[in-house]
């Protein structure tokens, strides 16, 4: 549903500084340190939700030379930054360390030019890191594969992967990172050190966006709308073109718009919202997108209708809310959430979004 | 080996090997200690966990020597197919004189498989070798007596992705290996398996593992580990294991390292974000007391504390069981495996709540858990399942029995919601909903009031703090909502399908009445006869079942009032003012034999209850 921002480390490289999560890092860095380590993890959770940074920080503290000693009481990993491995590392040139994705099976398939296509990691490039993963590593300790998008498999995929995960060779250890763990198989699971990252509190990310030189205000409200997810929040805040804050206002906008608009301008909107999806790509993501952020505004009009204002998503619109509340009934917030949700999934699964988007408007949106 | 034709990564080659199962005695080498499940594979029959019926049959078959050419082991993850057949390779092969005693794993052959050196254990990946071309490669090498062990022993794991083509290949050789060939198919889903093949088989299906058997199993395996760690503990990671001994022991590993070594019941729960178990029982108060804000804000406070939200739910559900059971069973024995304090709470909260209440409760948020995982907003799903849980109000008012005067300080309130103007809250709840005008003489004047008093009733059954909290939760905003008569027309045949869920009886009665009008939150039907019409206007319980059902599906409370249709010629005038004071039962509406009108009710009880 959010468009992956994991792959995107445009903003940030994935070795900087973790964001949350210390829990995960406290258990991996101790796993190290008492040589207990699994042959398999699985890190899932939302996207912008911080999994590729984990995993990188893992690998670090896996393979730094020179780890920093240990400090009582100090949670997360240990490396140094500095070492040979490090570096590599954090440049991606670390022969013993294989990021498997989506990119990497388009650069294996090389020229057969229908890398474009695959959305799905496919059962030969799991075959090819059977091959690679027999390799002993050749500087570090281990050889590790983070397997990125490891979601996409298909069961085909998923299962020719099973025996390996189970019993692989000897100093090899496989990452899976997933965006939710359902798209995984049990037995695929079953195998696996399982780190469901949990949302981060909205605090820490706050912290974070602080500590990078935002604005107090702009900050909050970014942390708000991250819902948990810093790689959202940094993404924001590094787009010095307020990308996400802009669809923000302008769904509410939209939304607003509507609650007063009578069936025609409805439809005339739900009419174009149809032209963006038919037009693939951005647009048609946008659409989606927008969605979403109803789905969200929504969620904060059930928070404040029922005095729990505080939790809410969008912080700085809460004048907004509040007018929106005291003309609508819990009944009908309830409705437009369930209908929301309903028509996200039926847009998921190839339902004409003139009908999905018209019903919507038309049948279910409370008029104001 | 072969090599790859056809894959589209040159060079590379992935033949038919031999995957040796990576060692299983030897402890390790280099710094990685090897994951508990792997260590702890069972070496003999006596160590495998759970499947007594299987071990016996197997171990009987190799007393006897009657073992098949081939055998097909189904089950769920982590119940121990692959072990079993690396079990039953040892088992044949074993040099033990008394064949009642193997696999002893002690001789040689026992050994070489343990520690994955024998030849003669092939174990084929199935789903990453899963072509026609590897099972030609297979039938080919099959007919080669085996080089060191008795038997020749295919475990071939994973088996349901083979193709449907390499799946016919085998069927020959699987119906007639040579004499020294023996298979062992093993996988998860047996149904995407042709019958040809598992006709040829042996079908071995393996059952979750107990509870207690898992338990028991983490317990020897922590004793042997030297790891100090309390049962509760050790019980909280069978329960997450969900029968599988696999994710038990993935746990318990996870849990080894977070804990430092030694396992309690609080680091269980921080690792595995299980709440104690007030999280879980504050918000089933909450949901039970019909307290929204306070579970939004519950909710809230737990994702900014970091737990999981798909445990959180796990626990809630679970809790939720526990109350359902010891609602519609007292004395049962279902319940021993609860903690005495979680055990405490479910006893509290199941007097304040009705049966039917939990099954709604817990239908609503068993579906949760798929959501959970799919929604952008993390605590979205959980909040929606809390407002759909406590919005419609509906089932419980049906367990409740009538209570007439319980209500009546309710009424004039209710009254004045439903019709604000022109009428006074008249102490003699005078209000008959039936647009029917006059007609002073009623013949059961407790009975007019019911219409006004149902919803009352059926709190007045509950704690007593649901009747406001549901008013805050915005019902009686909601009643004030016109309804659409064309929506209450269009939900109708929906209305009397699910009462025909209910109660066969009513529905049949409701197929002579139609809805006629409706006002505000009011629903008329009018009936043709006499009898249904009584029915209803009678009987408390029928119409609030009706109201329920209506509820539930128009996402909005009505008010049935009834309407019998010699009347309503009279009576059309009047429906548009609201002078509706008066009774419904005017002339013939009277029923003349309280007998046989008692023994009517007296049935539907009976029915009903």
């Given at each position: 549903?959010?468009?992956?921002?994991?792959?995107?480390?445009?903003?940030?490289?994935l070795?900087?500084?973790?964001?949350g999560?210390?829990w995960a890092?406290?258990?991996?860095q101790?796993?190290?340190?008492?040589?207990?380590?699994?042959?398999?993890y699985v890190f899932?959770?939302?996207?912008?939700?911080?999994?590729?940074?984990?995993?990188?920080?893992?690998?670090m503290?896996?393979?730094c030379?020179?780890?920093p000693?240990r400090?009582?009481g100090?949670?997360?990993?240990?490396?140094?930054?500095?070492?040979?491995?490090?570096?590599m590392?954090?440049?991606?040139?670390?022969?013993?360390?294989?990021?498997?994705?989506?990119?990497?099976q388009?650069?294996?398939?090389?020229s057969?030019?229908?890398?474009?296509?695959n959305?799905?990691l496919?059962?030969?490039?799991i075959?090819?890191?059977?091959?690679e993963?027999?390799?002993?590593?050749?500087?570090?300790?281990?050889r590790?594969?983070?397997?990125?998008?490891?979601a996409?498999m298909?069961?085909?995929?998923?299962?020719?992967?099973?025996?390996?995960?189970e019993e692989?060779?000897?100093?090899?250890?496989?990452?899976?990172?997933?965006?939710?763990?359902?798209?995984?198989l049990?037995?695929?699971?079953?195998r696996?050190?399982?780190?469901?990252?949990?949302?981060?509190?909205?605090?820490?990310?706050?912290?974070?966006?602080?500590?990078?030189?935002?604005?107090?205000?702009?900050?909050?409200?970014?942390?708000a709308?991250?819902?948990?997810?810093?790689?959202f929040?940094?993404?924001a805040?590094?787009?010095?073109?307020?990308?996400?804050?802009?669809?923000?206002?302008e769904?509410?906008?939209h939304l607003?718009?509507?609650l007063?608009?009578?069936?025609?301008?409805?439809?005339?909107?739900?009419?174009?919202?149809?032209?963006r999806?038919?037009?693939?790509?951005?647009?048609?993501?946008?659409?989606?997108?927008?969605l979403?952020?109803?789905?969200?505004?929504w969620?904060?009009?059930?928070?404040?209708?029922?005095?729990?204002a505080?939790?809410?998503?969008?912080?700085?619109?809460?004048?907004?809310?509040?007018?929106?509340v005291?003309?609508?009934?819990l009944?009908?917030?309830?409705?437009?959430?369930?209908?929301?949700?309903?028509?996200?999934?039926?847009l998921?699964?190839?339902?004409?979004?003139?009908?999905?988007?018209?019903?919507?408007?038309?049948?279910?949106?409370?008029?104001? | 080996?072969?090599?790859?034709?056809?894959?589209?990564?040159?060079?590379?080659?992935w033949?038919?090997?031999i995957?040796?199962?990576?060692?299983?005695?030897?402890r390790?080498?280099?710094?990685?200690?090897?994951?508990?499940?792997r260590?702890?594979?069972?070496?003999t029959?006596?160590?495998?966990?759970?499947q007594?019926?299987?071990?016996?049959?197997?171990?009987?078959?190799?007393?006897?020597g009657?073992?098949?050419?081939?055998?097909?082991?189904?089950?769920?993850?982590?119940t121990g197919?692959?072990?079993?057949?690396?079990?039953?390779?040892?088992?044949?092969?074993?040099?033990?004189p008394d064949?009642?005693?193997?696999p002893?794993d002690?001789?040689?052959a026992c050994?070489?498989?343990?520690?994955?050196?024998?030849?003669d254990?092939i174990?084929?990946?199935a789903?990453?070798?899963?072509g026609?071309?590897?099972?030609?490669?297979?039938?080919?090498k099959?007919?080669?007596?085996?080089?060191?062990?008795?038997?020749?022993?295919?475990?071939i794991?994973?088996?349901?992705?083979?193709?449907?083509?390499a799946?016919?290949?085998l069927l020959?050789?699987?119906?007639e290996?040579?004499?020294?060939?023996?298979?062992?198919?093993?996988?998860t889903?047996p149904q995407?398996?042709?019958?040809?093949?598992?006709?040829?088989?042996?079908?071995?299906?393996?059952?979750r593992?107990?509870?207690?058997?898992?338990?028991?199993?983490?317990?020897f395996?922590?004793g042997?580990?030297?790891?100090?760690?309390q049962?509760e503990?050790?019980?909280?990671?069978?329960?997450?294991?969900?029968?599988s001994l696999r994710?038990a022991?993935?746990?318990?590993?996870?849990?080894?390292?977070y804990?430092?070594?030694?396992i309690?019941?609080?680091a269980?729960?921080?690792?595995l974000g299980?709440?104690?178990?007030?999280?879980?029982?504050?918000?089933s108060e909450?949901?039970?007391?019909?307290?929204?804000?306070?579970?939004?804000?519950q909710?809230?406070?737990?994702?900014?504390?970091?737990?999981?939200?798909?445990?959180?739910n796990?626990d809630l559900?679970e809790?939720?069981?526990?109350?359902?059971l010891?609602k519609?069973?007292p004395?049962?024995?279902?319940?021993?495996?609860?903690?005495?304090e979680?055990?405490?709470?479910?006893?509290?909260q199941?007097?304040?709540v009705?049966?039917?209440?939990v099954?709604?409760?817990?239908?609503?948020?068993?579906g949760?858990?798929?959501?959970?995982?799919?929604s952008?907003?993390?605590q979205l799903?959980?909040?929606?399942?809390?407002?759909e849980?406590?919005?419609?109000?509906?089932?419980?008012?049906?367990?409740?029995?009538p209570?007439v005067?319980?209500?009546?300080?309710?009424a004039?309130?209710?009254?004045?919601?439903?019709?604000?103007?022109?009428r006074?809250?008249?102490?003699?709840?005078?209000?008959?909903?039936?647009?029917?005008?006059a007609a002073?003489?009623?013949?059961?004047?407790a009975?007019?009031a019911?219409?006004?008093?149902?919803?009352?009733?059926a709190?007045?059954?509950?704690?007593?703090?649901?009747?406001?909290?549901?008013?805050?939760?915005?019902?009686?905003?909601?009643?004030?909502?016109?309804?659409?008569?064309?929506?209450?027309?269009?939900?109708?045949?929906?209305?009397?399908k699910?009462v025909?869920?209910?109660?066969?009886?009513?529905?049949?009665?409701?197929?002579?009445?139609?809805?006629?009008?409706?006002?505000?939150?009011?629903?008329?039907?009018s009936?043709?006869?006499?009898?249904?019409?009584?029915?209803?206007?009678?009987?408390?319980?029928?119409?609030?079942?009706?109201?329920?059902?209506?509820?539930?599906i128009?996402?909005?409370?009505?008010?049935?009032?009834c309407?019998?249709d010699?009347?309503?010629?009279?009576?059309?005038k009047?429906?548009?003012?609201?002078s509706?004071?008066?009774?419904?039962?005017?002339?013939?509406?009277v029923?003349?034999?309280?007998?046989?009108?008692k023994?009517l009710?007296?049935?539907?009880?009976r029915?009903?209850d």
């Open positions: 549903m959010w468009e992956d921002i994991d792959s995107e480390d445009s903003f940030e490289p070795t900087d500084a973790l964001i999560h210390e890092a406290g258990l991996l101790s796993s190290i340190d008492s040589q207990k380590l699994s042959h398999a899932s959770g939302p996207a912008g939700i911080g999994k590729s940074y984990l995993a990188h920080h893992f690998v503290a896996l393979c030379e020179t780890p000693p400090v009582e100090q949670l997360g990993f240990r490396f140094c930054r500095t070492c040979r491995a490090c570096r590392i954090r440049e991606d040139k670390f022969p013993d360390v294989t990021v498997v994705g989506l990119d990497w388009a650069r294996m398939e090389g057969t030019g229908s890398s474009g296509a959305a799905n496919k059962i030969d490039t075959r090819a890191i059977q091959l993963i027999s390799r002993a590593p050749s500087e570090a300790p281990w590790v594969f983070i397997v990125e998008d490891a996409t298909q069961p085909a995929a998923a299962n020719a992967f099973l025996k390996t995960l692989p060779p000897a100093r090899a250890i496989i990452i899976l990172i997933s965006d939710s763990d359902r798209a995984l049990p037995t695929i699971i079953s696996c050190q399982v780190f469901e990252l949990r949302s981060v509190p909205t605090a820490a990310v706050e912290a974070a966006l602080l500590e990078r030189g935002a604005e107090p205000q702009p900050a909050r409200t970014l942390a709308l991250s819902v948990g997810r810093p790689g929040a940094l993404r805040f590094y787009d010095k073109t307020h990308q996400d804050v802009n669809d923000r206002d769904a509410v906008m607003e718009d509507l007063k608009s009578d069936r025609a301008a409805r439809l005339a909107f739900s009419e174009e919202l149809n032209s999806w038919m037009s693939q790509g951005e647009r048609r993501a946008s659409v989606l997108t927008m979403n952020l109803w789905l969200g505004w969620r904060d009009l059930l928070l404040v209708y029922n005095g729990q505080r939790y809410a998503t969008n912080q700085d619109k809460l004048d907004t809310l509040q007018t929106q005291d003309r609508l009934q009944s009908q917030i309830k409705e437009m959430l369930q209908w929301l949700t309903r028509a996200q999934s039926e998921d699964s190839n339902v004409s979004p003139r009908l999905a988007l018209g019903d919507l408007f038309i049948n279910h949106l409370p008029r104001l | 080996m072969t090599t790859d034709s056809n894959g589209a990564f040159p060079g590379l080659d033949g038919l090997p995957e040796p199962p990576a060692s299983t005695s030897t390790p080498n280099g710094n990685r200690s090897q994951t508990l499940y260590k702890w594979r069972s070496q029959f006596n160590e495998l966990v759970g007594e019926a299987i071990t016996r049959t197997l171990r009987n078959a190799i007393a006897s009657r073992t098949s050419h081939a055998y097909l082991f189904c089950g769920p993850r982590g197919k692959t072990s079993t057949g690396r079990l039953l390779a040892k088992a044949v092969n074993c040099l033990d064949p009642k005693v193997r002893c002690k001789c040689e050994r070489s498989i343990a520690e994955a050196r024998a030849l254990l174990e084929i990946d789903a990453s070798n899963r026609i071309d590897e099972v030609r490669e297979l039938r080919d099959i007919n080669f007596q085996p080089s060191y062990l008795k038997k020749k022993v295919y475990i794991d994973e088996v349901h992705m083979m193709t449907e083509a799946f016919n290949a020959k050789t699987l119906e290996p040579p004499p020294h060939a023996l298979f062992i198919l093993a996988t889903d995407d398996i042709p019958a040809t093949v598992v006709s040829r088989c042996q079908r071995f299906d393996f059952q593992i107990g509870l207690e058997q898992i338990v028991k199993r983490l317990e395996i922590c042997e580990e030297k790891i100090p760690a049962v503990a050790l019980e909280t990671v069978a329960r997450q294991a969900t029968g994710d022991l993935s746990l318990l590993d996870q849990l080894i390292v804990s430092g070594g030694n309690t019941l609080d269980v729960r921080l690792m299980v709440m104690n178990i007030e999280a879980v029982s504050d918000f909450a949901l039970i007391a019909g307290d929204m804000p306070g579970g939004l804000e909710i809230n406070r737990l994702v900014q504390a970091g737990t999981d939200l798909k445990r959180f796990r559900v809790h939720l069981r526990a109350l359902m010891l519609a069973n004395s049962g024995k279902e319940l021993l495996d609860m903690t005495t979680a055990m405490e709470r479910v006893q509290v199941s007097k304040k009705e049966l039917a209440q099954v709604y409760f817990l239908k609503i948020f068993s949760v858990d798929y959501n959970l995982k799919v952008p907003y993390g799903p959980l909040e929606m399942a809390l407002m849980a406590l919005l419609p109000p509906a089932v419980t008012q049906v367990q409740a029995a209570v005067q319980a209500a009546q300080p309710q004039p309130r209710q009254m004045q919601n439903v019709t604000p103007p022109a006074p809250a008249a102490p003699p709840p005078v209000a008959s909903w039936s647009p029917v005008a002073p003489s009623r013949p059961a004047p009975r007019e019911a219409p006004e008093a149902e919803r009352p009733q709190q007045s059954v509950q704690p007593a703090t649901e009747a406001p909290v549901e008013e805050e939760a915005g019902l009686s905003d909601s009643e004030l909502v016109e309804l659409v008569f064309e929506l209450v027309q269009q939900s109708w045949p929906r209305v009397v699910s025909d869920g209910q109660s066969k009886m009513i529905a049949a009665l409701l197929k002579e009445a139609r809805p006629t009008a409706c006002r505000g939150s009011n629903v008329m039907l009936f043709d006869y006499e009898f249904h019409y009584k029915q209803f206007k009678d009987n408390v319980r029928n119409r609030t079942m009706i109201e329920d059902h209506f509820a539930k128009i996402g909005q409370k009505v008010i049935i009032k309407l019998f010699k009347e309503q010629a009279e009576g059309g009047d429906s548009g003012s609201s509706g004071s008066g009774s419904a039962s005017s002339g013939g509406a029923p003349d034999d309280e007998k046989t009108r023994a009710e007296l049935f539907n009880a029915l009903l």
